[in-house]
């Protein structure tokens, strides 16, 4: 018989790993100086979405390494426009 119950003082928490797409994501919210909520709007996906892969708890799709190609190169290209795309700053 295999006991399932934890223990009610320790919350549960689920192990990080720093993934590529972690620290991508890490780094791209860093330099672009957003919050979470702000993160997850500029990627267009729930907080909860962009936490998961930014914490390394799920992988993001091959298309979210894509995006950020694209927006990194409008940021480069046209950072006038970049401004306009990212939250709160129109």
Do not use: C
């Amino acid at each position: 018989m295999t006991d399932t119950t934890r223990s009610l003082g320790r919350p549960r928490v689920r192990a990080t790993r720093a993934t590529e797409a972690s620290v991508t994501l890490s780094l791209v919210q860093a330099r672009l100086d957003l919050s979470a909520h702000a993160m997850a709007q500029y990627l267009g996906v729930p907080v909860a979405t962009f936490r998961n892969w930014r914490d390394g708890h799920r992988e993001p799709p091959a298309l979210l390494h894509r995006l950020l190609d694209v927006l990194g190169t409008v940021e480069a290209l046209a950072p006038v426009i970049h401004e306009q795309l990212l939250p709160g700053r129109k």
